[in-house]
């Protein structure tokens, strides 16, 4: 079994021998098209004078693809872990080349046109993506609804929210460098793979580029393993994970602006807008939504470092100045505080009752104390609590600032 293809002119060269670019292509069940693919690679690399591998990396295939890849000399790297993920993963881990060319098996993907994310690779480019919608999608290659609605908005996501400079999230052709590859640590074993890969290689600062490639459709006459809403949903939901600001920060300042805003225009009295007329219920809610918004906010601030320490997220100025500054006595004073201020409140309630001989109070107005007395109460004990599991997080950034 061949592990390496190699041009004549680098068979006669020594200087030559070492892998530069290994190809990889995750495999299960494709033996309708996977020798079309292995060809092509193989053509690839004599045309351009590679000197490259080809694994397939097998995910349990029951059809035959196994003989395939190594009658037509490729290496097969077997991956018990089932997902397109773990596929690419345990191939990409067993490539020997400098950098690592990655597209699926089911011919949709034109290997011998490989030399421009190679010439990017060369060029210095940690990640190079192909992009269909520059290159062209042939008529019947892609379904309508990831043409013109997924992939569009899947992309528009992962550039607001991580800035990703791609156009096309989602394309299964792709180059990287395998160090880079290595500093990534990904981790994801399905679809979502193809995501992950673009924002950890934004969020690290990695050089990245697009070149146009062209989308067939595939040579199989099976059902494709890609699962439009369930891989649709696996993708947002690891955008969603992976970015604390828009899963918690930003819902919760919103959150707890409004609360803060619509509880401090009800505080001195009930308001009236149009025909509708807003009392104790709405303040009510309007305290329920700043608990919840700076619930929030601290989860957002848990994730982050959290993320941080785990290598899953680059490190953060702003997060490290906090530790430098905001300590665990900064948090307990501050929900000290709050606290006080909260008891303070309900014992002005209770004087206030006392006046009227501990008898019947109206609503409106005792709520109007009670209210914000216990949201006061409750921010400050969540205070306290959060800054002694937020210093067990950052235990090291505080060690390493004194």
């Avoid at 077997?78 to 400098?98: C, F, M, N």
């Avoid at 919608?133 to 992309?155: K, Y």
Wanted: contains cysteine.
């Amino acid at each position: 079994m061949s592990v390496a293809q190699r041009s004549p002119k680098q068979q006669a060269d020594p200087s030559l021998s070492a892998v530069e670019v290994s190809i990889v292509m995750p495999c299960l069940n494709e033996a309708e098209t996977l020798a079309a693919c292995i060809q092509k690679a193989q053509s690839a690399i004599e045309k351009d004078g590679l000197s490259a591998e080809i694994i397939v990396a097998d995910n349990g295939s029951t059809d035959g693809s196994q003989a395939i890849a190594k009658e037509l000399g490729a290496r097969l790297v077997p991956v018990a872990r089932k997902g397109y993920g773990s596929a690419l993963i345990g191939g990409i881990e067993a490539a020997r080349g400098e950098f690592v060319i990655m597209g699926d098996a089911d011919d949709s993907y034109d290997f011998t046109a490989i030399a421009p994310l190679i010439e990017k690779l060369r060029g210095g480019f940690d990640l190079v993506v192909g992009n269909r919608f520059r290159g062209g999608i042939e008529r019947d290659a892609m379904p309508w609804l990831h043409r013109w609605i997924g992939n569009p908005v899947l992309t528009f996501i992962s550039r607001v929210f991580f800035h990703t400079p791609v156009g096309d999230m989602h394309c299964g052709l792709r180059g990287f460098r395998k160090d880079a590859f290595a500093r990534m640590r990904l981790k994801a074993t399905g679809m979502e793979f193809a995501s992950e890969m673009v924002i950890k290689a934004s969020l690290k600062r990695m050089r990245i580029t697009e070149v146009p490639v062209t989308l067939r459709p595939d040579g199989r006459t099976r059902a494709p393993h890609l699962r439009t809403w369930r891989d649709g949903w696996r993708h947002l939901r690891f955008m969603l994970l992976f970015s604390p600001r828009w899963l918690f920060l930003y819902p919760g300042i919103a959150l707890f602006a409004i609360g803060l805003i619509v509880g401090a225009a009800l505080e001195m009295g009930p308001v009236k807008v149009g025909p509708f007329g807003f009392d104790i219920s709405t303040l009510l809610l309007a305290g329920f939504c700043c608990l919840i918004g700076y619930q929030l906010v601290v989860f957002a601030v848990f994730t982050k470092v959290f993320a941080m320490r785990e290598g899953f997220h680059p490190p953060n100025a702003a997060y490290a100045a906090m530790f430098r500054y905001v300590r665990l006595e900064t948090g307990l004073v501050l929900g000290l505080l709050m606290i006080v201020l909260g008891v303070g409140g309900l014992v002005l309630a209770v004087l206030s009752w006392q006046t009227l001989g501990f008898g019947v109070l109206d609503p409106r107005t005792t709520m109007r104390e009670v209210i914000p007395a216990a949201v006061l109460l409750t921010l400050g004990v969540q205070t306290v609590f959060a800054s002694f599991f937020l210093s067990i997080l950052g235990i090291d950034s505080e060690s390493d600032s004194r």
